[in-house]
T-cell receptor, first 106, second 120 residues
């Protein structure tokens, strides 16, 4: 099945800083989503982005399907952004990356 | 609209016992997924239903895990007998398969709060 790699595995930021999270996938995909898993374990949809760029407030995402990667940008980070960020893609089956654990310090 | 509902939220059992989890997807969502998330890892797909038919169960340990989706709505996931390594959060998700790719996507998934299982 498709392989999904996320980087970095861990990220510590001061409040107000910007960050970029990356997701690489090993094969062509027809579906790419970004999720935020909050400290209570709830997975929250951020973006459905098989290609192109989308923005939602301080967050934006870009997927370059031809080069098999996606980026999630977080600007002006807040402590509530802390948690684990997952990308998931679908080739023949649905695969999640191992996640990026983000800690935003006040 | 109401989100994906799961119950129970927490369950503690001894090894070799049986356990069942319940999921009610978002109304109108034809596709339902069960995932297993072990601490520190990303979710792993166990089984995917399209209406009440199984689309993908390649990663379901069928010797001990079973799942059904009667009438294409609610679903139950069962483990019998449980092992220590089954300790995990079991997540249910649903998606609405659209013919058109406008507005959202055919596979955009929405997750329930999960059931945290501890096997002792």
């Amino acid at each position: 099945g498709i392989q999904v790699e996320q980087s970095p595995p861990d990220l510590i930021l001061q409040e107000g800083a910007n960050s970029t999270l990356r997701c690489n996938f090993s094969d062509s995909v027809n579906n790419l989503q970004w999720f935020h898993q909050n400290p209570w374990g709830q997975l929250i949809n951020l973006f459905y982005i098989p290609s192109g760029t989308k923005q939602n407030g301080r967050l934006s995402a870009t997927t370059v399907a031809t080069e098999r990667y996606s980026l999630l940008y977080i600007s002006s980070s807040q402590t509530t952004d802390s948690g684990v960020y997952f990308c998931a893609s679908r080739g023949n089956d649905m695969r999640f990356g191992a996640g990026t654990r983000l800690t935003v310090k006040p | 609209e109401a989100g994906v509902a799961q119950s129970p939220r927490y369950k503690i059992i001894e090894k070799r016992q049986s356990v069942a989890f319940w999921c009610n997807p978002i109304s109108g969502h034809a596709t339902l997924y069960w995932y297993q998330q072990i601490l520190g890892q990303g979710p792993k797909l166990l089984i995917q239903f399209q209406n009440n038919g199984v689309v993908d169960d390649s990663q379901l340990p069928k010797d001990r895990f079973s799942a059904e989706r009667l009438k294409g709505v609610d679903s139950t996931l069962k483990i019998q007998p449980a092992k220590l390594e089954d300790s995990a959060v079991y997540l249910c998700a649903s998606s609405f398969r659209r013919v058109s790719r406008l507005a959202g996507g055919p596979y955009e998934q929405y997750f329930g709060p999960g059931t945290r299982l501890t096997v002792t």
